[in-house]
Each structure stands twice: as C-alpha cells, then as structure tokens.
C-alpha cells in the first residue's frame, strides 16, 4: 500500500492527498484541506469512486461544498469498502471483498 502522499493540487487553494493501494483498484483514504484552522469534516460512504491524490470526482466535490459550508478546514472521506468503482453494483464483482 502506498503511503499518504501530499499531491500537486489542480485547485491552488485546496491541498489533495489520497492512499491508494499500489495496483490502483483500492481507495483506503481521500484528504482535501483548505485552511489550516477550523474542524475536519469526516465523511464515511459506500465506496469509493475517482478521486485521488491529485483530481475530485462528482462525489468529492459535493463533500467538499458541504465541508466548507459547515466551517471546516478540511475534509477526510473513508468508506465501508475500498474497491474503487463507479457503481455500488460493481461491488460485487470484486475479487476480495
């Protein structure tokens, strides 16, 4: 597994870093900061999707508009399953669940 990493940031204003496992398949952890003060939101979904290290997806994007308008200075999401796919029903057909 890959350790976290600090990403380039495609928004200058917002930090990214993700884990994601080596082969790309597993998603363990997604962080986006904007400030450095203010509590950290922790979003806790299904699975994840295309958000990495260094790009959000549909998903993120929204978790960050709520983040921000709670307060927060930062956002970590996790999820019940680290299989990366765009659709719960591809869940299944993971080889390790």
Not at 6 to 34: K, N
Not at 47 to 56: C, E, L, M
């Amino acid at each position: 597994m890959e350790s976290l990493e600090q990403a380039p940031t495609a928004a200058p204003e917002i930090r990214r870093a993700a884990v994601i496992s080596d082969c790309g398949r597993y998603r363990y952890l997604l962080v986006r900061q904007w400030a450095d003060t203010g509590p950290t939101a922790v979003f806790v979904l299904l699975n994840p999707s295309t958000a990495d290290g260094t790009s959000d997806d549909h998903t993120s994007g929204h978790c960050i508009r709520y983040a921000r308008s709670w307060g927060c200075g930062a956002l970590l999401i996790v999820n019940l399953y680290a299989w990366r796919a765009t659709k719960p029903i591809d869940l299944g057909r993971s080889k390790t669940r």
